[in-house]
């Protein structure tokens, strides 16, 4: 990312007046599509690594396998996150998959590198209010999510459990990013759905979480539909 571009994405994270705190202040949820085979993929990983220590968003990277047959095989990659972007083109009616390619809040596609068309979702999605007041607690290795009830959800949703590696760096041997030495940052390991909740009543939920890994818990529409909830693991 130019210096210029990320200066204007720390102005509008930071900037109160411009972008009002919803109630809650949940993270909005983006997620990148992307693959160590795909030569127009490090602007966008670079643009993921620059909004990993804000806490107004929770940016996550899921490595597809589809650009392994070029020649380098992506150690990241799981057919997993290729079928859940296969799902957000379904659910968008698109029946072409791009890397890079980031989805904000479940329902907003950004194809390419477009720093000033992602600033603006962000702020869209962070103006809008929330829909739950959700928060993830650890102790013992185990996760605790929480929520009060919330009648107005309309439809049942998906908790999903989210661990996530902060960085790592691979030098690219073959395929069309060969020579190079590149960062990748939030790189998601497992994403699984714990449960499903009405809202009906308030939501308790205890599961698992080994490796020592950050964490997230996601609350989404089934079929890969709009994000209602997001917390970090505390």
């Known amino acids: 990312m130019t210096r210029a571009i990320s200066a204007v994405l720390a102005l509008v994270l930071t900037a109160g007046t411009a972008v009002p705190?919803?109630?809650?202040?949940?993270?909005?949820?983006?997620?990148?599509?992307?693959?160590?085979?795909c030569s127009s993929c490090p602007p966008a990983d670079a643009l993921l690594a620059d909004l990993a220590d804000r806490p107004e968003v929770l940016p996550l990277a899921l490595h597809v396998d589809y650009w392994d047959y070029i020649g380098w095989k992506d150690r990241f990659a799981s057919p997993a996150f290729t079928h859940r972007q296969k799902g957000y083109a379904h659910a968008a009616g698109v029946g072409t998959v791009y890397t890079p390619?980031?989805?904000?809040?479940?329902?907003?596609?950004?194809?390419?590198?477009?720093?000033?068309?992602?600033?603006d979702l962000i702020e869209k999605h962070r103006a809008a209010p929330d829909r739950v007041s959700l928060t993830a607690t650890l102790a013992n290795g185990t996760v605790t999510v929480e929520a009060p009830a919330a009648p107005d959800l309309g439809a049942p949703v998906m908790v999903q459990l989210v661990t996530f590696l902060p960085e790592e760096t691979t030098e690219i041997e073959r395929g069309e990013n060969a020579g190079k030495t590149l960062t990748y940052t939030n790189i998601v390991q497992d994403w699984r759905d714990i449960g499903e909740w009405s809202g009906a009543e308030p939501l308790k939920i205890d599961a698992p979480l080994d490796g020592g890994l950050p964490a997230a818990v996601i609350l989404q529409r089934t079929g890969v539909g709009a994000v209602l909830g997001a917390a970090r693991v505390q």
């Open 101 to 119: 390619q980031m989805v904000v809040g479940g329902v907003d596609h950004v194809v390419g590198y477009r720093p000033s068309e992602l600033i």
């Open 21 to 37: 705190l919803h109630a809650g202040d949940q993270p909005v949820v983006i997620e990148l599509f992307t693959s160590q085979g």
